[in-house]
């Protein structure tokens, strides 16, 4: 028992897999926050091209 015990003390593939789902999930987040910056940006610049275009004759 004592021995099990020690092998899965001793065990860093748990600890690697951790450090993998940490680092994507501060991926996700930033990218989650880049898109919520430009979101308000991307609005104003759609409306100005719509507008753009309605106006626009040939």
Known sequence: ???MINS???D???AVTVDW???TAAVVGLAVA???ALKN???GVS???E???KNWTF
Request: hydrophobic fraction near 60%; avoid cysteine.
């Open 51 to 53: 507008a753009f275009l």
């Open 34 to 36: 880049i898109v919520l």
């Open 21 to 23: 789902v940490v680092l």
């Open 8 to 10: 899965i003390r001793s």
């Open 12 to 14: 860093e593939n748990g």
């Open 47 to 49: 409306a100005g091209t």
């Open 1 to 3: 028992m004592r021995k």
């Open 41 to 43: 940006g991307a609005v």
